[in-house]
Antibody
Framework: EVQLVQSGAEVKKPGESLRISCKGS????????ISWVRQMPGKGLEWMGR????????NYSPSFQGHVTISADKSISTAYLQWSSLKASDTAMYYC????????????WGKGTTVTVSS | QSVLTQPPSASGTPGQRVTISCSGS????????VNWYQQLPGTAPKLLIY???QRPSGVPDRFSGSKSGTSASLAISGLQSEDEADYYC????????????FGGGTKLTVL
């Protein structure tokens, strides 16, 4: 079964760093991109960026460029989303998704990781 | 403000046909295919339609998609109560090194 398993919920304070993960299984991890999508409470979906695990090439939405870092370790089929200094406005659900580079659709989604940033 | 424009809400009664529109520009829908995602309450999004009008395995043929120029639409026929969800259109945008853009989402209510 193809699946993406995301790390558990996080509660952090403003200014702290954080890395959440997304582990793929059941398929060739380097044959698809991994994208990250943010959903703030009660709001819509926002694409943050993607990584090609085969060569770690990334590109980001203009809205998120410089605010987060996406990385991957293909040896363990895992992608990461990280922040160096969290803000309260980073409170959201974060989804990873398997992203085909043909037609650019996201066909397999993780269940999401809730990140809460509060003092 | 989302790059792709969707109506915030739509509604219908069981058995009806409803459509949800999605409007973009030449750099996204005008140049690339459109995908649709369904998000049931409290769950992760699910791919519903890809490449404008293709259904992944397991998606009922009650769901269909189309695209014309810089606009797209999702149609749901034979509406069922379990179709009550948020629906999002998305497309690749060729500007600024390329990125995915989403619509703001349409909340479908089955009356």
């Amino acid at each position: 079964e193809v699946q993406l398993v995301q790390s558990g919920a996080e509660v952090k304070k403003p200014g702290e760093s954080l890395r959440i993960s997304c582990k793929g299984s059941g398929y060739s991890f380097t044959s698809y991109w991994i994208s990250w999508v943010r959903q703030m409470p009660g709001k819509g979906l926002e694409w943050m960026g993607r990584i090609d695990p085969s060569d770690s090439y990334t590109n980001y939405s203009p809205s998120f460029q410089g605010h987060v870092t996406i990385s991957a370790d293909k040896s363990i089929s895992t992608a990461y989303l990280q922040w160096s200094s969290l803000k309260a406005s980073d409170t959201a659900m974060y989804y990873c998704a398997r992203h085909t580079w043909v037609s650019y659709y996201m066909d397999v989604w993780g269940k999401g990781t809730t990140v809460t940033v509060s003092s | 403000q989302s790059v792709l424009t969707q109506p915030p809400s739509a509604s219908g009664t069981p058995g009806q046909r409803v459509t949800i529109s999605c409007s973009g520009s030449s750099s996204n829908i005008g140049s690339n295919t459109v995908n649709w995602y369904q998000q049931l309450p409290g769950t992760a999004p699910k791919l519903l339609i890809y490449s404008n009008n293709q259904r992944p395995s397991g998606v009922p043929d009650r769901f269909s998609g189309s695209k014309s120029g810089t606009s797209a639409s999702l149609a749901i026929s034979g509406l069922q109560s379990e179709d009550e969800a948020d629906y999002y259109c998305a497309a690749w945008d060729d500007s600024l090194n390329g990125h995915v853009v989403f619509g703001g989402g349409t909340k479908l209510t089955v009356l």
